[in-house]
């Protein structure tokens, strides 16, 4: 059974930085386009960073380049997000998300695998 377990969530002060990290399990994703993904209540779920396996192909969400950095290891089959300079509107519930094949997407419905989410909150 594949899972995708998001954690580093948390409340953070406006201009602070969180690491949220997604574990993956059940099947390897070295070769599988991940990325990141949130969601406010009332709103779809919009994209936020996504990048290939090898590194060398990123997307970032325009509000977010600049603070936020996607990397992964994929030894560990894990994805990150760095985030900085943290805004209030960066509050949302954050997803990891893989997929099959090998070209990175930004649309939420492409993508196969989902992780249950992680909160985060930006107080201003």
């Known amino acids: 059974q594949v899972q995708l377990v998001e954690s580093g969530g948390g409340l953070v002060q406006a201009g602070g930085s969180l690491r949220l990290s997604c574990a993956a399990s059940g099947r390897t994703f070295s070769r599988s386009p991940m990325g990141w993904f949130r969601q406010v209540p009332g709103k779809e779920r919009e994209f936020v960073a996504a990048m290939n396996w090898s590194g060398d192909d990123t997307r970032y969400l325009d509000s977010v380049k600049g603070r936020f950095t996607i990397s992964r290891d994929n030894t560990k089959n894990t994805v990150y997000l760095q985030m900085n300079s943290l805004k209030p509107e960066d509050t949302a519930v954050y997803y990891c998300?893989?997929?099959?094949?090998?070209?990175?997407?930004?649309?939420?419905?492409?993508?196969?695998?989902w992780g249950q989410g992680t909160q985060v909150t930006v107080s201003s």
């Open positions: 998300a893989a997929k099959d094949g090998l070209m990175v997407v930004t649309t939420t419905s492409r993508y196969d695998y």
